[in-house]
């Protein structure tokens, strides 16, 4: 039997705590009961499942409709979207039937990538390596809320939709979508006996999510999300502060810190822009120790520190900056100018 193979490339990263990753759940399932439904879905269908967070996981191997199994899905910091790509690319070098002279094999892959936010990995050359391995499967990518740089959907896929709505009722829509653009394409396949092209998502959306044509570059506008990059003071890792501008406040709100499996290397952080201290608001504990503080080193690493024990409000705290190895006082809480980076 051939088969239609379906890839779910699912966000985790921990924007999508609570409400939202609920939501995926119930709506997997609904996807889940909708295919079984459809005699050519079921016969056909396979669904593979990928999560990327603070990692990208393979939760669910390529496994046909009727076996599938709703997946664990755990939110963890970070948006490794680079990381699920290089596992999408191996699931499908591996995973796939290929056709050869004696058997036709499986049909070509759809992969839809729901997420949230803005990458913290290096995805590009994930991307490429991907696109020069499988040229012939369909993407689509979904960006859920208001945070989605879709200059980086548009990258990967010229099948790119917003859905900016992130409770349980938008899931639902989105799932049915999906689910229909399988049924139609396993449809197709079954009726004329081949593979059409990509379909319009937002069919079947009821206005839930739009098809975005052509995404603004955030030029003069501020930038929704700023990341600035930080290496712990204890355990000498790597991590990444999100900030999320507040129109109301007219600065940049710490949201979260995320752990980074590498450092940026020099050239990375020699790119990146400075954002000013008085732009930032808020502190986040370090994703590695919990220090509460964040601070700046005159060589420009920027480290956490403790707020607490052994916080003196006219010396500040005793530092030793990983970055340069000088011993030196954290004056403030959190009072620094540091270089951000786009995410
Ligand atoms: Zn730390
Ligand atoms: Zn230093």
């Known amino acids: 039997m051939r ?8 966000d985790t990263s921990e924007s999508m705590i609570g409400q939202a990753i609920e939501a995926v759940r119930t709506g997997l399932g609904t996807m889940l009961s909708a295919l079984r439904k459809n005699p050519y879905a079921l016969e056909m269908g396979a669904l593979g499942v990928i999560t990327f967070g603070g990692t990208a996981r393979k939760v669910t191997p390529l496994t046909e409709v009727y076996a599938f199994q709703q997946p ?12 699920a790509i290089s596992l999408l690319d191996q699931a499908i070098s591996t995973e796939i039937v290929r056709t050869t002279p004696d058997r036709k094999g499986d049909y070509k892959p759809l992969v839809f990538v729901l ?21 012939s499967v369909v993407l689509y990518a979904i960006g859920c809320g208001n945070d989605v740089d879709f200059t980086i959907l548009k990258e990967l896929t010229e099948n790119t939709y917003s859905m900016e709505q992130m409770d349980a009722d938008a899931f639902a829509k989105l799932f049915v979508c999906i689910s229909s653009s399988i049924t139609s394409a396993s449809g197709a396949i079954g009726d004329q006996g081949k593979q059409g092209g990509a379909i319009n998502l937002e069919k079947d959306a009821g ?13 003069s506008r501020k ?31 710490c949201m979260a810190g995320h752990k980074l499996e590498k450092a940026f290397s020099r ?14 608001q808020g502190l986040v504990p370090c994703p590695h120790c919990g220090n509460e503080g964040h ?18 409000s006219m010396f500040g705290t005793k530092v030793c900056c990983p970055g340069c190895g000088k011993i030196g006082h954290m004056a403030s809480g959190g009072v620094f100018n540091v270089g951000q980076s786009r995410g």
């Open 3 to 10: 088969r239609l193979p379906v890839y779910l490339l699912i």
């Open 72 to 83: 664990d899905l755990e939110v963890k910091p970070g948006t490794m979207l680079g990381g």
């Open 115 to 135: 997420t949230d936010g803005q990458p913290t990995d290096e995805w590009r050359s994930a991307f490429h390596h991907f696109k020069q391995n499988h040229k």
């Open 207 to 219: 206005g839930t999510i739009r098809k975005i044509e052509k995404a603004e570059t955030i030029g």
């Open 223 to 253: 930038q929704r999300q700023v990341f600035i990059p930080g290496v712990c003071q204890k355990t000498r890792k790597p991590y990444l502060l999100r900030y999320r501008w507040n129109d109301e406040d007219g600065c940049y709100q």
């Open 267 to 280: 050239e990375e952080t020699g790119a990146i822009e400075t954002v000013s201290s008085s732009e930032l």
């Open 295 to 312: 601070g700046r080193c005159d060589c420009g690493t920027v480290t956490c520190y403790a707020l607490g024990k052994g916080f003196n």
